[in-house]
């Protein structure tokens, strides 16, 4: 290994690693089945308090044998957790499951009509169930976002492309092709008006090819409005897609849709802590490397090199 650059792939693509990764990961299915099923009884057993001094002391017990994270880790992913899924525990336990989609189709749609100068308080393509749910729709508006980009930066090359030499930076801070080429058609036909009238070919074969240039300036300008009209609809029509969607689930399926995210989010914050300590060990190995990675020939080798040179500038002032 030449550069500590190598370490992290090392130890992500370690086979000891990902055997101890997807160890935790399926004790951690394991504990979920077990008692998942207390915490889908909230709406008839009502005893929230119970389940959450299940979750918290049964999650370290069943994790802590695997020896990947300690006990406060492994605390704070679990008690971490539950804070963040409180507001939504709270709605299951009088609402149901139907009721926290509900919370989180509210939520999304307020989040989409927020005011774009302030903000919504999150992403609402973002949130764990339009990820879900709207994967191939959210697809689609990806697609015609990028597509937006893309037009419009070949939109802005095409303005500033065919500057003259001799242009100063003002002039070129300023220049747009298409405007001067839409100039020049606009003079080339006041200058040949009568021409024009009486259909020269020799004059109308010019105009044409001046606005040829404009051709495919005009198309990118069509291709744009056509992305920017197809992300608009799409993201207009965004909120109420995602409530037929969910709206045609039945109750067991949404029973079974809220428990699959809620384990979704146990398992990101499981997976964060694992990355924190693998990050600590990465850290702690480009450490050793800085200081150790020159062996100790190298270092007789290069302090000798120096002795040398510091003998011989002595002896040239005198000094030795």
């Given at each position: 290994m030449t550069d500590h650059s190598a370490i992290r792939p090392l130890i992500e693509s370690d086979a000891g690693v990902q055997a101890r990764v997807q160890s935790l990961r399926q004790a951690l299915a394991t504990w979920w089945t077990t008692h998942a099923p207390h915490l889908a009884d909230l709406p008839k057993r009502r005893d929230l308090n119970a389940v959450r001094t299940e979750f918290l002391n049964t999650f370290v017990t069943a994790l802590l044998p695997l020896d990947t994270l300690d006990r406060f880790k492994l605390a704070g992913v679990i008690a971490t957790w539950w804070t963040d899924t409180l507001p939504d525990f709270k709605t299951l336990l009088e609402n149901g499951f139907p009721g926290v989609i509900d919370g989180w189709v509210d939520a999304?749609?307020?989040?989409?009509?927020?005011?774009?100068?302030?903000?919504?308080?999150?992403d609402p393509f973002g949130h764990k169930l339009v990820r879900h749910t709207m994967t191939d729709y959210l697809e689609r508006i990806a697609t015609a976002k990028a597509d937006i980009v893309r037009f419009?930066?070949?939109?802005?090359?095409?303005?500033?492309?065919?500057?003259?030499?001799?242009?100063?930076?003002?002039?070129?801070?300023?220049?747009?092709?298409?405007?001067?080429?839409?100039?020049?058609?606009?003079?080339?036909?006041?200058?040949?008006?009568?021409?024009?009238?009486?259909?020269?070919?020799?004059?109308?074969?010019?105009?044409?090819?001046?606005?040829s240039e404009l051709v495919p300036y005009e198309q990118l300008k069509a291709?744009?409005?056509?992305?920017?009209?197809?992300?608009?609809?799409?993201?207009?029509a965004f909120v109420d897609e995602l409530k037929n969607r969910c709206g045609g689930l039945s109750e067991n399926e949404k029973r079974a849709l809220v428990l699959e995210l809620f384990a979704q989010d146990v398992q990101t914050g499981l997976d964060a802590a694992v990355s924190e300590k693998q990050q600590?060990?990465?850290?702690?190995?480009?450490?050793?490397?800085?200081?150790y990675r020159m062996s100790l020939t190298q270092v007789s080798e290069c302090r000798g090199g120096t002795q040398a040179v510091l003998d011989r500038t002595l002896k040239e002032i005198g000094y030795a």
């Open positions: 999304i749609a307020d989040a989409v009509e927020d005011d774009e100068t302030a903000g919504p308080a999150f419009k930066g070949e939109k802005e090359a095409f303005e500033q492309s065919n500057a003259p030499d001799d242009s100063d930076e003002e002039e070129l801070e300023n220049w747009n092709y298409a405007k001067d080429l839409a100039r020049q058609i606009k003079e080339f036909k006041a200058e040949n008006k009568e021409l024009l009238k009486k259909k020269v070919k020799v004059i109308l074969d010019q105009l044409a090819a001046i606005e291709q744009l409005a056509e992305a920017r009209t197809r992300y608009r609809k799409l993201t207009n600590d060990l990465i850290d702690f190995l480009t450490n050793l490397w800085d200081k």
